[in-house]
T-cell receptor, first 113, second 117 residues
């Protein structure tokens, strides 16, 4: 039973345009959400996070939006750059589960010059 | 120097062999994790440890065992490797103390690519 789902395995975007990566979850106890970025031959690196008490968090070109009623979050990258090409994982945790992360399947973003 | 290191980075082994993957961290974190990544499945938790005396099974612990030798070291063993354990394995650490209100964030090593023939 996949509690965190990223339904798009891949996404291709033109440089300078917006990239929108989506993530859905089923567990209403999740209270903290994160996005990780992974380049080939490297481990995932933390990108941005959001607490369930907020609906938006912004860090430079990256913004995460949380819609609790829809159990949906999204990562917006504006403007997209070729160096953003990577696999992006959505993850969620619940305090009552000791902070363990549940990951989505990942979305491979390709930003074309 | 990397905060979380994994050895070996690549390993080829045969079915039935016992192998160990090692993880070391210099972040001073108490919590450590082992994940495997498979295409289309994301990262799945194998085992985790919240301190040296605490070991817990994750989502997919069958066929694996772990040892927490020290706060900084957490090793994963495949007692008798099988081909469907071919995957990319990641170690991660975290600090349970909230950082800038962000909550708990995990930091990953570079991964070990394992091929079981």
């Amino acid at each position: 039973d996949q509690q965190v789902k990223q339904n798009s395995p891949s996404l291709s975007v033109q440089e300078g345009r917006i990239s929108i990566l989506n993530c859905d979850y089923t567990n209403s106890m999740f209270d903290y959400f994160l996005w990780y970025k992974k380049y080939p031959a490297e481990g995932p690196t933390f990108l941005i996070s959001i607490s369930s008490i907020k609906d938006k968090n912004e860090d430079g070109r990256f913004t995460v939006f949380l819609n609790k009623s829809a159990k949906h979050l999204s990562l917006h990258i504006v403007p997209s750059q070729p160096g953003d090409s990577a696999v992006y994982f959505c993850a969620a945790s619940a305090n009552n589960q000791g902070g363990k992360l549940i990951f989505g399947q990942g979305t491979e973003l390709s930003v074309k010059p | 120097d990397a905060d979380v290191t994994q050895t070996p980075r690549n390993r080829i082994t045969k079915t039935g062999k016992r192998i160990m993957l090692e993880c070391s961290q210099t972040k001073g974190h108490d919590r450590m994790y082992w994940y495997r990544q498979d295409p289309g499945l994301g990262l799945r938790l194998i085992y985790y440890s919240f301190d040296v005396k605490d070991i817990n099974k994750g989502e997919i612990s069958d066929g694996y065992s772990v040892s927490r030798q020290a706060q900084a070291k957490f090793s994963l063993s495949l007692e008798s490797a099988i081909p469907n354990q071919t995957a990319l394995y990641f170690c991660a650490t975290s600090d349970p103390l909230p950082s800038s209100g962000r909550g708990e964030t995990q930091y990953f090593g570079p991964g070990t690519r394992l091929l079981v023939l």
